[in-house]
């Protein structure tokens, strides 16, 4: 199975910063990664797909870059609907895996 | 608009059974495969199950192969998830989603059924 390793794991950043999350896989995954946006009581929101595809209607402060095994979410400004917690998923192969989240919080 | 709404979550005794059911809407339903994910409490997201468009082909995390059977009635629009012999770890909101390996990205959600295995 492939491992998912997201860093930090927690954020407490100011609005208007730059954020960066991390996700690291245990093998190679090609471009086979997607960011979601989860908030308290919702369901997960897809902000990026294969690596660097925005979704629609995601504003472009969120990027994504990457591929193989090192992968990154970057908010450009951080906003005050940003706060939540943010996830990777690969879906290079079965199992589909999850990072274990990075909660960013407000400071 | 796409909509996915889950139903059939509840309460029920350890070695019990549930089977959710996910009512989709606003697309081609039989043209996409679907998956299952759930999320422990206070815990983060763990894929389940996949179905392909025509429910022909399945995969499961080792977590639940044998317990737990997805499926799917085009004819309804409607996907499935059968939950038996069900432990306290179980415990968990299932979401269903579109999406799957195939189509790289899982881009609608459901809003969540609750399970709980407690006695």
Known sequence: DIQLTQSPSFLSPSVGDRVTITCRASQGISSYLAWYQQKPGKAPKLLIYTASTLQSGVPSRFSGSGSGTEFTLTISSLQPEDFATYYCQQLKSYPLTFGGGTKVEIK | ?119
């Open chain 2, 1 to 119: 608009e796409v909509q996915l709404l889950e139903s059939g979550g509840g309460l029920v005794q350890p070695g019990g059974s549930l089977r959710l059911s996910c009512a989709a809407s606003g697309f081609s339903f039989s043209t996409y495969g679907m998956s299952w994910v759930r999320q422990a409490p206070g815990k983060g997201l763990e894929w389940v199950s996949v179905i392909s468009n025509t429910g022909g082909t399945t995969y499961y995390a080792d977590s639940v192969k044998g317990r737990f059977t997805i499926s799917r009635d085009n004819s309804k629009d409607t996907l499935y998830l059968q939950m038996n012999s069900l432990r306290a770890e179980d415990t968990a909101i299932y979401y269903c989603s579109r999406g799957a390996m195939s189509s790289g990205r899982f881009d609608y959600w459901g809003q969540g059924a609750l399970v709980t295995v407690s006695s």
